[in-house]
């Protein structure tokens, strides 16, 4: 079983829609878990962390983390179409850990 | 700004060469990463390292090698290189504690022929 685990997509909204991703880990001892954009071409760039339980808001961006499911997730509000990118979920031990990404794609 | 800069944008080099990909951070992180990435694989790990002089296996380490002689270069190494090892190679950096993320260089387009 991988230790990062996303929804390999592709992942299509409309503009100004709500977009979820989703990611699950296996190590409990996971404490701190990040999402990354990366643009096509482009580094990963990160846009949120989350260590605790519960959800965190950053501007469109929300991230949830459920550590009795081994869950997080990250929800984009008022999708644009620069948002259209691959999100990478990363958490683990000592090492950042990546899922494959999920690629999403902003309709006009 | 946090700066993690790759030696080369773009590689082309012959089977069994020696290749050499160096990373350079400019923010004092203890914490050093060589990641490739490749389509439908993501990015997998391949060497890290936590201090000067030291080096723990990642994921895929077959193939590799690294150098960590001072706190912001960190090298990775190619002993003999195959085709099998034409990929994007991303260095990371960060500090240490509970909510340290990794920088990204630019990464290095490897293509070995």
């Known amino acids: 079983q991988k230790e990062v685990e996303q929804n390999s997509g592709p992942l299509s909204v409309p503009e100004g829609a709500i977009a979820s991703l989703n990611c699950t880990y296996s190590?409990?001892?996971?404490?701190?878990f990040f999402w990354y954009r990366q643009y096509s071409g482009k580094s990963p760039e990160l846009i949120m962390f989350?260590?605790?339980?519960g959800d965190k808001e950053d501007g469109r961006f929300t991230a949830q983390l459920n550590k009795a499911s081994q869950y997080v997730s990250l929800l984009i509000r008022d999708s644009q179409p620069s948002d259209s990118a691959t999100y990478l979920c990363?958490?683990?031990?000592?090492?950042?850990?990546f899922g494959t990404g999920t690629r999403l794609t902003i309709i006009p | 700004d946090v700066k993690v800069t790759q030696s080369s944008r773009y590689l082309v080099k012959r089977t069994g060469e020696k290749v050499f990909l160096e990373c350079v951070q400019d923010m004092d992180h203890e914490n050093m990463f060589w990641y490739r990435q490749d389509p439908g694989l993501g990015l997998r790990l391949i060497y890290f390292?936590?201090?000067?002089?030291?080096?723990e296996k990642g994921d895929i380490p077959e193939g590799y090698s690294v150098s960590r002689e001072k706190k912001e270069r960190f090298s990775l190494i190619l002993e003999s290189a195959s085709t099998n090892q034409t990929s994007m190679y991303l260095c990371?950096?960060?500090?240490?504690?509970?909510?340290?993320?990794?920088?990204f260089g630019q990464g290095t387009r490897l293509t070995v022929v």
């Open positions: 190590d409990r001892g996971s404490q701190s």
């Open positions: 989350i260590y605790s339980n």
């Open positions: 390292s936590y201090d000067v002089k030291m080096k």
């Open positions: 990363a958490g683990g031990v000592l090492k950042p850990t």
């Open positions: 990371a950096s960060g500090g240490t504690g509970i909510n340290t993320e990794a920088f």
